[in-house]
Structure formats: structure tokens, C-alpha cells
């Protein structure tokens, strides 16, 4: 698959009266495309940074980076990216057909493509009813899901989303997560920004964790989730198999006649279904528990503190 | 190009903001003057209401300047609305171009109709079309042209009050630019001269717009003068212009 | 290279091109100006292109002046005089203004009066023919000073639409001024052009009374010839 965010040693230093802020650290990154990028990182990491650089609102400090193969200020390349900025400021002043019209137009769509596509987006957001509503009489709410639709109105290859579900109702929040997994359905990349981990955990494929302006962890989701502990239920177990087996699990419980037996290291799984055949039980099921990407994030946190 | 529709949605945000009771105030102003003069002046209630329009659009005109001047840009950056619009495949030469052309349509627009209202009365008054009076309208039109795009550059660099400030300095500076000559050579200290010479060389002289007093006269003015004029002032405003876009190049929008 | 030109260089190219711009044409649009006498003093009040209104406004003051002082003696021929010429220092095309300041003080202040018309005069070129009438005047009535008087009617003859007392006037300006030939000439112009009646009467008075004079007084012989012959085809035409 191909590479379609590329940074190289990206840094970001903010100049302020009191102090300088290195709010990006020699971030050097990789998306393919194709996925969706979870960008997860604790509150000031530097995530709406990247996004600011990349999209060249801000210029970096030191380093490049590439989109699609273009370099960053390449007007050309956001012909096909979306954004969705974190605070959903917009024009305050236009409806949010008109507000839709308004990048259709930006976009040299013609008339009908416009009218097509703002009537596609409003529905897929939800908004229909709202269609001749000012934004300024928007909720939050209702705010962010007109800048998922603006964010598509050019039927982006790449979808830059800063936080896009966070004031979102639970029901809205399922509506963009599925929303965003038909994005990448499409065979679109989609850079979600967030901190609801469970929402990154449920749809992205990939994640980056950046804290303090660094990267400390990236993969995808399945290969960084370590397996935490591995659950194994069995059967006719005798005291002298169950004292064997103590020696080697965490625990070791007895639910409904079976028996529940928590086994934390991967390589004492081997022996311990040994240990039961060979005593006479027999086991019904082995699940390995993975990590929970908060578990990752807290401990991936911890470890760079 | 993208200058078209970034312009066109400055312009209905403009209308929407209700500009419009300026033109009302405006017209409040001259029907007002027309009748109050006519006790004070000895037959010359005419010259008098012709003159308190002109400059009552004068006024209107450059307050509706500077205050969509001041306003188009910053407010794009402080409320963040820029960033979708710089998401897009906009040039940062497109945003400034689109922006200073919205700001100057809404004010050409609303002097337009002040300049409608304006010809009406004097047309009733006078009892014949009073067409001779757009000669010194146009000229104030391109002078409102210049004080948009210097609101528009020192709204680039600073707050929209402090721009505000400096754009009426402008606009009272760049009609007594004719008086710095004559204080470069009074000046005591060479820092005054200095800057006396700074603005003198700098500044647009604004005076150049006027001909409001010839106009009313009804003085005979060739057109090369009034064609001469409008470009210098289009220059002036393209200077603006080459200037924010300098500004907002280099700027960063976090 | 090329494209860092292009994007950084050509601004300020743009800018320096345009500034270069500026300068002959500010110059072009100072030389119309002369040229048209559109160009002002350096006015004392400050009015930042509100000067007409500022002029209007004393113009207005002044009014109330007027009607406020009985008599005018030296002071208020000072105080008035300064008014209207910071009015027309504002408004340099406000005719009313030069008349009325000129006639305001064309008996006790003649001289004051001939000043502020003949500014007016100065910053108009095609001012009615009443303002230069009006320092006429002052000139002939009230200074007494005929040559002066008729500098200021030969401006106000000029005008298509002056009245013909006015030809009159400067007829008898030459007159007194001691030009008798040329004020003979005008007289038998203005015999001659006369449209109405009483006009033409008017004028066969002065020229017998003229002629008169000259044949009686009048050293130069020619001209004594010449006021002879003229009264003779007058009186034949008659
Ligand atoms: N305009 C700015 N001027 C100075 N410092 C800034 C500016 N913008 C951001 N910063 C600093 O840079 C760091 C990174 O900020 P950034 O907005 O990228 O964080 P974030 O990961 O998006 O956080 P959040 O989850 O709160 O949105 C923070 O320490 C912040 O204080
Ligand atoms: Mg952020």
C-alpha cells in the first residue's frame, strides 16, 4: 500500500512572550493509505499541531513532509483532502445548504454536482431538516456534523478529522463511526485525531501515540495490544492437577462446575494444557485477553513520564 | 481562481450583518440638513444640502470602509473560520484578494445607494437630473477603495481595533498631506523631519479626491484629471493589496 | 529557484513596480491642477477634506454675524473680512460668499471689499460678471479711484451675459479716468448697439455732453475734429 502521509523529522517550537512551546519533536511518521489512522495523544501531545502543519496553516520549525507525494504548500494536493477543524467555527452567516454550496463552489463543482452532493452530505449528517438553518443557530452538535459534511463535499481521497465526535450524542457518535468506516470503504484514508479510545479502538486500524510532541508508540491496533492474560476453561479437574496448575496462573476460580483458570505469560500456556490432559480434565476453550488500547495508552504514558 | 466566491460570501455576510441602516441614517442626515439649512443660509440651502450630502457620504462611506476592512480578515482568523477555508485549495493570495474585493463591493454598494438617494433629493430640489455630482462621487468611491485595502493590510499585522485606529489616522493624515511639505521645512528636530518626509513620500494624498467643491460649483474638470486620479488611487489600493498578501504569506494560523 | 521567484519574489516586485508608478502620476495630476486652477492654498484650518461643510458652517456663522452688528467700523470690517476669507480660503468657487463679504463692506471698507472680489476673481476663471461689477463699485463710488474701477469692469464686460449698464459704467469710468477718446468710442458703440430706447437716448446724452466737452476744452485737435464729426453723424442720424 502506498505512503500518502509522509513527515520527516517535523518540529514545532511556539514562540510566546513567556516561553517557547516545543509543541512537535522530530515527528517522523507514515500513513498508508487506505486505513484509518488513529492520532491519539493526551491533551496538548501536538496532534491539531501536525495537522496544522500538514495542511500548512502553520510552517514547521524544522523538517518536511508530504502529501500524496506533494509536498506541504502544494495548493494542488487538497483537491482531494477533507478537513474537519477541532473547534467547528464557520461561517456563522450562511445556511448550511449555503455553507455547502459555498466549498462545492470553491471547488469549481458545477450547479448540479453541487446541488447533488450538498443534498447527499446533509442527509448522511443528518441535517436535512436544518437545510435553510443559519450555523449561528447551530448546537455543537449539529456544528460538527456540518463540518463532516464540508469535510466531503470534494469526495476526498485523504479526510483529515481533528476530534470529530467529541460533542456528539451517543447515538450521533455511532451514526460517524460508521460513517467514517464507509469512508474507508471507499478506499479513502481517513486521520482521525482523538482521545475517546474507545472510539479509535473500535475503528481505526492503525494508531499513532503522541505525547509531549513525540512519538511513542505506532502500529497497527491488533499487533501493538499486548495479550494481557489468557483464560482457559476446563473440566474434571482433581485437587492434584488444580495445585500443579495454581503454580503456574494467576488465579484459578470455579464457575458452574468448570473451572476458570487465568494464566498470564503466554509460554506457560503450553504446559498448563498439559497439565490438564495429562490429570484426566479436559479444557473447553482458551481466549487470550488482549490489552485495551486505554491500558496501552496509560502505560505507554507512564513509561515515557 | 477562487477570488469570486470568497468575495461574493464576504459580501452577503456584510448584508447579513445589516449595513444597510447606515444608508438609512445616511439619508435621515441630508433630508434633515435640507430642511434645517433652508432657514439658516440666504438662498443658499442648495449648495448647502449638496455639500452635507457629499460629505455625509464621505463620512458613512469611510466608516462602512474601515469597519468591513478591518473586519474581513481578522475576523476569518480570530474565529478559526479560515482554516476550513485554507483547507481547501485556496491560495493565501486568493484568500486576501477575495477578501478585499467583498469588503470593497460592500462598500461601493452601500455608497451606491446613498449616492441613489442622494441624486433623488437633489434631483427634486434642483428640478433636473443631477448627474454632474458623480464626478465627485467617483472620486470618493476610489478613496473608500484605498482606506478598504489599508484597513485590510493593518488588520494583517494588528488587533481590528489598533487597525481601525490607524486606518482613521489614514484617512485624516491623507488629507493634510499637502501641510507636510510645509512642516519638513519649520521642522526643529531632524526626527521630526524625518518622519514628516516618511509620510509625506509614504502616504496617499487623499486631497486629490476631493473635488467636491468644484463639483458643486459646477466647475468645469477634465476627464483626464478625474481618469488620472482614479488610477493613482487603484494603485494606492493595489499597494494595500501586494502588501497584506506579503503579510498573510508569511503568517502562521494556529 | 524558479518557484521560490515566484513566490516570494514577485510581491515584491509588484510592490516596487507600483510605487514606481505613483510618482509621475501624482506629478501629471499636480500639473492639470495647476494648469485648471483647481489647486488650493495651504488652507490654516485644518478640515481634512471636509471644507466645503467647514465653509458652510461659517458661511452660516457669518450670516448671524451680520445680522447681529448695527454699524461696521474698522473692527468689525476686520473681523468680517477675515471671515469670508477663510470661507473662500475653504471654498474657493463660493461666488455668494465673495459677493456678499464684498458687498457687506464696499462703503466703509472699500478697499477690504475690492480685495476679497478680486480673490474671487483670481480663483475663478469664468465667475459671474457681478463680482467683478461689485468691486467696481467700491472702486468708483466709494474710493473714487476710476482706473481701478475700470480694470474690474473690463473683467465684468467680458462676461456673455452682463447687463448693458455695465458698458455704461465703464464708458464713464474712461471718462473720468481722463480717457475721452476711448470713452467717446464707447459711447458711440453704445449708441449704436442700443436695444432699447431709453438706452439709446441715455447714450446720445452723454455723447452730445462729451463731445461737447472736447470741442470746448480738450487740447488735443484731432480729437476735437473727431468729437465734431461724430456729433454731426449722430445728430443727422437722429
Ligand atoms: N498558537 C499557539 N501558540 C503557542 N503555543 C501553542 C499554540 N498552539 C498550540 N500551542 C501549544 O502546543 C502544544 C500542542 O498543542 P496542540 O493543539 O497541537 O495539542 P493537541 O494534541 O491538539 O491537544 P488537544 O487534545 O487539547 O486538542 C500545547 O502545549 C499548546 O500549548
Ligand atoms: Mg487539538
Same mark, same amino acid.
Given at each position: 500500500?502506498? @505512503?500518502?502521509?509522509?513527515?520527516?523529522?517535523?518540529?514545532?517550537?511556539?514562540?510566546?512572550?513567556?516561553?517557547?512551546?516545543?509543541?512537535?519533536?522530530?515527528?517522523?511518521?507514515?500513513?498508508?493509505?487506505?486505513?484509518?489512522?488513529?492520532?491519539?495523544?493526551?491533551?496538548?501531545?501536538?496532534?491539531?499541531?501536525?495537522?496544522?502543519?500538514?495542511?500548512?496553516?502553520?510552517?514547521?520549525?524544522?523538517?518536511?513532509? =508530504?502529501?500524496?507525494? %506533494?509536498?506541504?504548500?502544494?495548493?494542488?494536493?487538497? &483537491?482531494?483532502?477533507?478537513?474537519?477543524?477541532?473547534?467547528?467555527?464557520?461561517?456563522?452567516?450562511?445556511?448550511? =445548504?449555503?455553507?455547502?454550496?459555498?466549498?462545492?463552489?470553491?471547488?469549481?463543482?458545477? %450547479?448540479?454536482?453541487?446541488?447533488?452532493?450538498?443534498?447527499?452530505?446533509?442527509?448522511?449528517?443528518?441535517?436535512?431538516?436544518?437545510?435553510?438553518?443559519?450555523?449561528?443557530?447551530?448546537?455543537?452538535?449539529?456544528?460538527?456534523?456540518?463540518?463532516?459534511?464540508?469535510?466531503?463535499?470534494?469526495?476526498?481521497?485523504? @479526510?483529515?478529522?481533528?476530534?470529530?465526535?467529541?460533542?456528539?450524542?451517543?447515538?450521533?457518535?455511532?451514526?460517524?463511526?460508521?460513517?467514517?468506516?464507509?469512508?474507508?470503504?471507499?478506499?479513502?484514508? @481517513?486521520?482521525?485525531?482523538?482521545?475517546?479510545?474507545?472510539?479509535?479502538?473500535?475503528?481505526?486500524?492503525?494508531?499513532?501515540?503522541?505525547? &509531549?510532541?513525540?512519538?511513542?508508540?505506532?502500529?497497527?491496533?491488533?499487533?501493538?495490544?499486548? @495479550?494481557?492474560?489468557? &483464560?482457559?476453561?476446563?473440566?474434571?479437574?482433581?485437587?492434584?492437577?488444580?495445585?500443579?496448575?495454581?503454580?503456574?496462573?494467576?488465579?484459578?476460580?470455579?464457575?458452574?462446575?468448570? =473451572?476458570?483458570?487465568?494464566?498470564? %505469560?503466554?509460554?506457560?500456556?503450553?504446559?498448563?494444557?498439559?497439565?490438564?490432559?495429562?490429570?484426566?480434565?479436559?479444557?473447553?476453550?482458551?481466549?487470550?485477553?488482549? &490489552?485495551?488500547?486505554?491500558?496501552?495508552?496509560?502505560?505507554?504514558?507512564?513509561?515515557?513520564? | 481562481?477562487?477570488?469570486?466566491?470568497?468575495?461574493?460570501?464576504?459580501?452577503?455576510?456584510?448584508?447579513?450583518?445589516?449595513?444597510?441602516?447606515?444608508?438609512?441614517?445616511?439619508?435621515?442626515?441630508?433630508?434633515?440638513?435640507?430642511?434645517?439649512?433652508?432657514?439658516?443660509?440666504?438662498?443658499?440651502?442648495?449648495?448647502?444640502?449638496?455639500?452635507?450630502?457629499?460629505?455625509?457620504?464621505?463620512?458613512?462611506?469611510?466608516?462602512?470602509?474601515?469597519?468591513?476592512?478591518?473586519?474581513?480578515?481578522?475576523?476569518?482568523?480570530?474565529?478559526?473560520?479560515?482554516?476550513?477555508?485554507?483547507?481547501?485549495?485556496?491560495?493565501?493570495?486568493?484568500?486576501?484578494?477575495?477578501?478585499?474585493?467583498?469588503?470593497?463591493?460592500?462598500?461601493?454598494?452601500?455608497?451606491?445607494?446613498?449616492?441613489?438617494?442622494?441624486?433623488?433629493?437633489?434631483?427634486?430640489?434642483?428640478?433636473?437630473?443631477?448627474?454632474?455630482?458623480?464626478? /465627485?462621487?467617483?472620486? *470618493? /468611491?476610489?478613496?473608500?477603495?484605498?482606506?478598504?485595502?489599508?484597513?485590510?493590510?493593518?488588520?494583517?499585522?494588528?488587533?481590528?481595533?489598533?487597525? *481601525?485606529?490607524?486606518?482613521?489616522?489614514?484617512?485624516? #493624515?491623507?488629507?493634510?498631506?499637502?501641510?507636510?511639505?510645509?512642516?519638513?521645512?519649520? /521642522?526643529?528636530?531632524?526626527?521630526?523631519?524625518?518622519?514628516?518626509?516618511?509620510?509625506?513620500?509614504?502616504?496617499?494624498?487623499?486631497?486629490?479626491?476631493?473635488?467636491?467643491?468644484?463639483?458643486?460649483?459646477?466647475?468645469?474638470?477634465? #476627464?483626464?484629471?478625474?481618469?488620472?486620479?482614479?488610477?493613482?488611487?487603484?494603485?494606492?489600493?493595489?499597494?494595500?493589496?501586494?502588501?497584506?498578501?506579503?503579510?498573510?504569506?508569511?503568517?502562521?494560523?494556529? | 529557484?524558479?518557484?521560490?521567484?515566484?513566490?516570494?519574489?514577485?510581491?515584491?516586485?509588484?510592490?516596487?513596480?507600483?510605487?514606481?508608478?505613483?510618482?509621475?502620476?501624482?506629478?501629471?495630476?499636480?500639473?492639470?491642477?495647476?494648469?485648471?486652477?483647481?489647486?488650493?492654498?495651504?488652507?490654516?484650518?485644518?478640515?481634512?477634506?471636509?471644507?466645503?461643510?467647514?465653509?458652510?458652517?461659517?458661511?452660516?456663522?457669518?450670516?448671524?454675524?451680520?445680522?447681529?452688528?448695527?454699524?461696521?467700523?474698522?473692527?468689525?470690517?476686520?473681523?468680517?473680512?477675515?471671515?469670508?476669507?477663510?470661507?473662500?480660503?475653504?471654498?474657493?468657487?463660493?461666488?455668494?460668499?465673495?459677493?456678499?463679504?464684498?458687498?457687506?463692506?464696499?462703503?466703509?471698507?472699500?478697499?477690504?471689499?475690492?480685495?476679497?472680489?478680486?480673490?474671487?476673481?483670481?480663483?475663478?476663471?469664468?465667475?459671474?460678471?457681478?463680482?467683478?461689477?461689485?468691486?467696481?463699485?467700491?472702486?468708483?463710488?466709494?474710493?473714487?479711484?476710476?482706473?481701478?474701477?475700470?480694470?474690474?469692469?473690463?473683467?465684468?464686460?467680458?462676461?456673455?451675459?452682463?447687463?448693458?449698464?455695465?458698458?455704461?459704467?465703464?464708458?464713464?469710468?474712461?471718462?473720468?479716468?481722463?480717457?475721452?477718446?476711448?470713452?467717446?468710442?464707447?459711447?458711440?458703440?453704445?449708441?449704436?448697439?442700443?436695444?432699447?430706447?431709453?438706452?439709446?437716448?441715455?447714450?446720445?446724452?452723454?455723447?452730445?455732453?462729451?463731445?461737447?466737452?472736447?470741442?470746448?476744452?480738450?487740447?488735443?485737435?484731432?480729437?476735437?475734429?473727431?468729437?465734431?464729426?461724430?456729433?454731426?453723424?449722430?445728430?443727422?442720424?437722429?
Amino acid at each position: 500500500m502506498a @505512503v500518502i502521509i509522509k513527515t520527516e523529522a517535523l518540529s514545532k517550537v511556539y514562540n510566546t512572550r513567556n516561553k517557547n512551546t516545543q509543541a512537535l519533536d522530530n515527528l517522523t511518521l507514515e500513513v498508508e493509505s487506505g486505513c484509518i489512522f488513529g492520532y491519539l495523544g493526551p491533551n496538548g501531545a501536538g496532534k491539531t499541531t501536525t495537522i496544522n502543519i500538514l495542511l500548512d496553516f502553520i510552517k514547521p520549525t524544522y523538517g518536511r513532509a =508530504w502529501i500524496m507525494g %506533494k509536498e506541504i504548500g502544494d495548493v494542488k494536493a487538497k &483537491e482531494k483532502i477533507g478537513f474537519m477543524p477541532e473547534n467547528p467555527y464557520f461561517y456563522t452567516h450562511l445556511t448550511s =445548504w449555503e455553507f455547502l454550496d459555498f466549498f462545492g463552489r470553491i471547488f469549481h463543482l458545477d %450547479k448540479t454536482t453541487r446541488r447533488n452532493r450538498t443534498e447527499k452530505l446533509l442527509e448522511m449528517v443528518g441535517l436535512k431538516k436544518e437545510q435553510k438553518t443559519l450555523l449561528k443557530n447551530f448546537s455543537r452538535g449539529m456544528l460538527q456534523r456540518i463540518g463532516i459534511a464540508q469535510a466531503l463535499i470534494n469526495e476526498p481521497d485523504l @479526510v483529515f478529522l481533528d476530534e470529530p465526535i467529541a460533542s456528539l450524542d451517543p447515538i450521533g457518535r455511532r451514526e460517524i463511526r460508521t460513517l467514517i468506516k464507509k469512508i474507508k470503504a471507499q478506499g479513502k484514508t @481517513v486521520f482521525f485525531c482523538s482521545h475517546i479510545l474507545s472510539d479509535v479502538e473500535q475503528i481505526c486500524d492503525e494508531v499513532a501515540i503522541l505525547k &509531549e510532541g513525540r512519538l511513542i508508540e505506532k502500529g497497527p491496533l491488533n499487533k501493538l495490544l499486548n @495479550v494481557k492474560e489468557i &483464560e482457559v476453561i476446563a473440566q474434571g479437574l482433581n485437587s492434584e492437577t488444580l495445585e500443579a496448575i495454581n503454580k503456574l496462573s494467576k488465579k484459578t476460580t470455579s464457575v458452574d462446575g468448570n =473451572w476458570q483458570i487465568i494464566i498470564e %505469560k503466554e509460554k506457560d500456556l503450553p504446559s498448563t494444557l498439559d497439565i490438564i490432559q495429562k490429570g484426566g480434565g479436559r479444557y473447553l476453550s482458551v481466549v487470550p485477553h488482549k &490489552e485495551t488500547l486505554e491500558e496501552l495508552f496509560f502505560s505507554d504514558i507512564e513509561k515515557n513520564v | 481562481m477562487n477570488i469570486w466566491p470568497i468575495a461574493q460570501s464576504s459580501f452577503k455576510e456584510s448584508m447579513r450583518q445589516k449595513i444597510l441602516y447606515v444608508i438609512v441614517i445616511f439619508s435621515f442626515i441630508t433630508i434633515l440638513s435640507a430642511l434645517l439649512y433652508k432657514t439658516l443660509a440666504i438662498n443658499q440651502e442648495v449648495k448647502l444640502m449638496k455639500d452635507v450630502g457629499l460629505a455625509a457620504m464621505v463620512v458613512l462611506g469611510v466608516l462602512v470602509a474601515i469597519f468591513t476592512g478591518t473586519n474581513s480578515i481578522s475576523r476569518e482568523i480570530d474565529s478559526k473560520t479560515i482554516h476550513t477555508l485554507l483547507a481547501k485549495p485556496v491560495k493565501r493570495s486568493e484568500f486576501v484578494l477575495g477578501k478585499f474585493l467583498g469588503a470593497g463591493l460592500t462598500t461601493l454598494f452601500n455608497l451606491a445607494i446613498m449616492t441613489i438617494g442622494f441624486l433623488i433629493i437633489v434631483a427634486i430640489v434642483e428640478k433636473g437630473a443631477p448627474f454632474y455630482l458623480l464626478k /465627485a462621487i467617483v472620486l *470618493t /468611491a476610489v478613496e473608500l477603495l484605498i482606506l478598504v485595502s489599508a484597513s485590510i493590510f493593518f488588520s494583517t499585522i494588528f488587533p481590528q481595533a489598533i487597525s *481601525t485606529i490607524f486606518a482613521l489616522l489614514l484617512f485624516l #493624515v491623507g488629507h493634510v498631506t499637502n501641510l507636510l511639505p510645509y512642516l519638513i521645512s519649520k /521642522a526643529e528636530t531632524i526626527g521630526t523631519k524625518i518622519i514628516a518626509s516618511i509620510f509625506y513620500y509614504l502616504l496617499p494624498n487623499l486631497q486629490y479626491f476631493n473635488l467636491r467643491a468644484e463639483v458643486v460649483n459646477n466647475l468645469s474638470i477634465p #476627464v483626464s484629471l478625474i481618469l488620472l486620479t482614479i488610477i493613482y488611487g487603484i494603485l494606492y489600493a493595489a499597494i494595500g493589496v501586494v502588501l497584506s498578501i506579503f503579510v498573510i504569506r508569511g503568517k502562521d494560523f494556529a | 529557484m524558479n518557484k521560490i521567484f515566484f513566490k516570494w519574489g514577485i510581491i515584491p516586485l509588484c510592490f516596487i513596480v507600483l510605487v514606481l508608478l505613483l510618482k509621475p502620476i501624482s506629478l501629471s495630476i499636480d500639473d492639470i491642477r495647476r494648469i485648471q486652477g483647481l489647486e488650493r492654498a495651504v488652507v490654516a484650518t485644518p478640515n481634512f477634506g471636509f471644507d466645503t461643510i467647514l465653509a458652510d458652517i461659517l458661511w452660516v456663522k457669518a450670516i448671524q454675524y451680520l445680522g447681529g452688528i448695527p454699524k461696521i467700523t474698522e473692527v468689525e470690517g476686520a473681523v468680517i473680512y477675515k471671515m469670508f476669507d477663510r470661507i473662500t480660503d475653504l471654498d474657493p468657487q463660493f461666488t455668494e460668499a465673495y459677493k456678499l463679504g464684498g458687498l457687506t463692506l464696499s462703503v466703509e471698507e472699500s478697499e477690504k471689499a475690492i480685495s476679497l472680489l478680486e480673490k474671487g476673481i483670481i480663483n475663478n476663471k469664468n465667475i459671474e460678471w457681478t463680482v467683478p461689477y461689485y468691486a467696481s463699485i467700491s472702486a468708483f463710488f466709494h474710493l473714487k479711484d476710476y482706473k481701478e474701477a475700470m480694470r474690474f469692469l473690463e473683467i465684468a464686460v467680458k462676461a456673455p451675459d452682463h447687463p448693458p449698464h455695465i458698458d455704461r459704467l465703464l464708458a464713464t469710468a474712461n471718462n473720468l479716468a481722463g480717457y475721452k477718446e476711448l470713452s467717446l468710442d464707447m459711447w458711440q458703440d453704445i449708441y449704436k448697439n442700443a436695444a432699447q430706447n431709453y438706452e439709446k437716448d441715455l447714450a446720445y446724452k452723454n455723447l452730445v455732453k462729451l463731445s461737447e466737452e472736447i470741442i470746448q476744452s480738450h487740447p488735443d485737435k484731432d480729437l476735437k475734429e473727431k468729437a465734431k464729426a461724430m456729433l454731426k453723424d449722430v445728430e443727422i442720424k437722429r
